[in-house]
Every structure is written in structure tokens, then in C-alpha cells.
């Protein structure tokens, strides 16, 4: 390992966490936003959940009406190709090693107003058998404390340990449930402040959330990205009838580095493009 990935490496082990300025330059993070803009007017082919411009509404105005943008890698040839981009390519290497697959790929819109996401573990949602899940959080714009950049609980990933989930009816967080019960207090968490192009990559056990963005105006976009050991098996979503959870690996994957030891099962296309509306408070 060069300089970089030995503090990339250490950095991460300690806490969970670690980000890398410029991972994106200022043309690149301008050629994804304006391949989300095309995606929700519906230019890049069919994905649900569209509901249609209104006449005259501004690019912006038409952004703002969604939340997220899921899976836009199977749709646009931009994303995809940020998914495996050198430079993000470069840091997994480091945190994961030789071989990386990705399986998710979501676009975060988070208009002025806007309310941001409860305490949660991305492991909690995405399991792997090997602890190897990694998070790429590229920020499109710059991502403050004011419009609701990511705060995390610095070495919370170090026990392994996923904490239980439960409802909440906190109006500053649009998901339903938020996790709990763990030896963290809200005081102890630290704001991630990126510059556009930055990239923060994560621990799958991190415990992280973002508040409302308080802005009066603005977005604050982002490209998330999931990664993990392409030697892991990935036990996401329900097995097929008659595969045993212990043996199941869901197939829908990129592979962005290296090998892929279980090449020879093939590849799927299961999970399909959808966008979340703004207005749509999730149930689960």
C-alpha cells in the first residue's frame, strides 16, 4: 500500500470511517446531476414511480419533487460508470481488498425543507457474511450541517453488533424506523462536512443519520454507492423456493475490481429502477 491507502485503511478501522477530498472532479459531479435530471423526466428509459413534470416547472423544481433515485446504474451508462470509478475503485481496494462488487446504487436529492434519516446501519438493511460492506457517499453539492449533511458515531462499527430497530414519529427523519439501544448518545456524533467531489466511505456497521436540510433554498445531492468482498456471499432479499438462506448469494452485482471467485453462478437482473417522491413519508 502507497501513504494514501495506509491512512485510508487506518482511518477506517479506527473509525469507521474515512473520507477522500476529491474523488470526483467539478466536470464529472456536473455530468451526474445532469444525467438525474434526464432520469426523472424520464429520458433515460422506464422507471417507476415517475409522476410527471408539471408544464413550466424548472429542472429544479422537477428534481425536488423525488427523494431518491434507486438503482439509476441500470438505466443511465453515467452512473454505472461512476460506480466503478477509479478513483472510488482505488480507495475500496484499500478498505476491502483485491475484489469488490457493488450491488446499489442510489441518488439522494434532499431539497430545501426536507427532512433527512434516523440513526440506522446500512448492514441492518444489506447483509454480508464477512463484515465487508462499504458505503461510498459522493457529494454532488457541498454537504454542511445546514442542509443536511451525514453525522456518525465515530467507532461505533467496532463491536459488530446490530442494534434493534423500532418505529418513530420524529418529523425531522422520513424513514419509519430509526435503530436504538446502543452505548452511543446523540452528543457523541461528529457532522461530516464535504465539498462537492468528496467522498466519505463508511463501515456498514457505522451507526450514521442527517438531519432536515434548513436551507431556504438548495438541494443537497448525493451519490451512494455499496460495495463489498466479492468473496463474500450476499444473503440479500429472499432466497429462492427451495435455496437454503445458509447457501443463497444474490447475483445481481457489478463486479468493479478483481475477481469474482463465484463467476461461474452467472449474473441477475432482479432489482429494477424506481424513484421515491419527496412527498411519500416510507412505511418500511
Not at 484499500?94 to 426536507?114: E, N
Not at 445458509?246 to 432482479?270: F, H, L, M, N, Q
Amino acid at each position: 500500500m502507497n501513504v494514501d491507502e495506509t491512512t485510508w485503511a487506518s482511518t477506517f478501522a479506527r473509525d469507521g470511517f474515512v473520507v477522500v477530498p476529491g474523488v470526483l472532479t467539478p466536470p464529472e459531479v456536473e455530468a451526474l446531476c445532469a444525467e438525474a435530471l434526464h432520469i426523472v423526466r424520464g429520458e433515460r428509459g422506464e422507471i417507476s414511480g415517475l409522476t410527471g413534470s408539471p408544464t413550466g416547472a424548472s429542472d429544479a423544481e422537477v428534481l425536488a419533487r423525488y427523494a431518491c433515485i434507486h438503482f439509476p446504474h441500470k438505466i443511465s451508462a453515467v452512473m454505472r460508470d461512476a460506480l466503478a470509478h477509479p478513483r472510488i475503485v482505488d480507495v475500496l481496494r484499500a478498505l476491502i481488498g483485491p475484489d469488490v462488487k457493488a450491488m446499489q446504487s442510489m441518488l439522494f436529492v434532499k431539497a430545501a425543507g426536507k427532512p433527512g434519516q434516523a440513526w440506522h446501519q446500512d448492514e441492518y438493511f444489506i447483509p454480508t457474511r464477512d463484515r465487508s460492506l462499504v458505503a461510498a457517499w459522493i457529494a454532488l453539492d457541498d454537504a454542511t450541517i445546514a442542509n443536511g449533511c451525514l453525522w456518525v458515531l465515530a467507532g461505533s462499527h467496532r463491536r459488530g453488533v446490530i442494534y434493534p430497530t423500532r418505529d418513530h414519529h420524529d418529523d425531522r427523519f422520513d424513514h419509519s424506523v430509526e435503530a436504538h439501544d446502543f452505548p452511543h448518545g446523540d452528543d457523541d456524533s461528529v457532522p461530516v462536512e464535504l465539498e462537492r467531489g468528496d467522498a466519505l466511505f463508511f463501515d456498514g456497521y457505522l451507526l450514521h443519520r442527517s438531519l432536515p436540510n434548513t436551507t431556504p433554498a438548495g438541494m443537497r445531492r448525493s451519490l451512494v454507492n455499496h460495495y463489498m468482498s466479492s468473496s463474500s456471499l450476499l444473503p440479500w432479499r429472499q432466497p429462492p423456493p427451495g435455496v437454503q438462506l445458509a447457501t443463497w448469494d444474490y447475483r445481481d452485482i457489478v463486479v468493479v475490481a478483481g475477481d469474482d471467485p463465484y463467476a461461474y453462478k452467472g449474473t441477475i437482473d432482479a432489482s429494477t429502477p424506481f424513484v421515491r417522491s419527496s412527498q411519500v413519508r416510507p412505511t418500511a
